[in-house]
């Protein structure tokens, strides 16, 4: 089965600082799609960044990059330049060919002004 | 743009009460997901339906009933409520097969905080 796991329950950063959350998985897949979403307190669910498996050119969106080590099962979702706004949950998923949707338990990142 | 609506928003029941929640999306999307919220535990995926016609079960299905009424409507029952089911639902979409897999980030609803006493 599959599984991903984020070992970092709770993280703080500085405002402008740049801070890396971890998340690995587990699969027998070989395609499969890997996602960051954030959920800030008023609790919506907002996409962040996706990765392909069969790209090794690590995804960025603008302040947001990965580092996807594909050998290692390893996701991890960069923030430059944190803002207060990015104070928020930060949830990795993970998704293949069935169309089933996994998710970590989560990483609390708190942007400290 | 409404995206996807869920309802209620908030709702107490007592044990053994039975309860439907209901769930929309305007997005023309084939996949449809039912997660549940519960702290520290991330979001754990009941059941889904990866188009119309179809439904499956996911991590913690137990306790629960889908049906995917129409391509639109994906709706969740709790059929005789426990204490244990106490969470904050969150129905979701994704634009689901024939496409590729890049293009299924999930559209989610707010949420229903449900409260089992």
């Known amino acids: 089965a599959q599984t991903v796991t984020q070992s970092q329950p709770e993280m703080s950063v500085q405002e402008a600082e740049t801070v890396t959350l971890s998340c690995t998985y587990d699969?027998?897949?070989?395609?499969?799609?890997l996602f960051w979403y954030k959920q800030p307190p008023s609790r919506q669910m907002i996409l962040v960044i996706r990765q392909e498996a069969y790209k090794q050119q690590n995804a960025t969106e603008n302040r947001f990059s990965v580092n996807f080590q594909k050998a290692a099962k390893s996701f991890s979702l960069k923030i430059s330049d944190s803002q207060l706004g990015d104070t928020a949950m930060y949830f990795c998923?993970?998704?293949?060919?069935?169309?089933?949707?996994?998710f970590g338990t989560g990483t609390r990142l708190k942007v400290l002004a | 743009n409404a995206g996807v609506t869920q309802t209620p928003k908030f709702q107490v029941l007592k044990t053994g009460q039975s309860m439907t929640l209901q769930c929309a999306q305007d997005m023309n999307h084939n996949s449809m997901y039912w997660y549940r919220q519960d702290p520290g535990m991330g979001l754990r995926l009941i059941y889904y339906?990866?188009?119309?016609?179809?439904?499956d079960k996911g991590e913690v299905p137990n306790g629960y009933n889908v049906s995917r009424l129409n391509k639109r409507e994906f709706s969740l029952r709790l059929e005789s409520a426990a204490p244990s089911q106490t969470s904050v639902y969150f129905c979701?979409?994704?634009?689901?097969?024939?496409?590729?897999?890049?293009?299924?980030?999930?559209?989610f609803g707010d949420g229903t905080r449900l409260s089992i006493l």
């Open positions: 979701a979409s994704s634009v689901g097969h024939r496409l590729s897999m890049g293009n299924q980030p999930q559209h």
């Open positions: 339906s990866a188009s119309e016609g179809t439904t």
């Open positions: 998923a993970f998704i293949d060919r069935t169309y089933k949707y996994i």
């Open positions: 699969t027998s897949e070989s395609n499969y799609y």
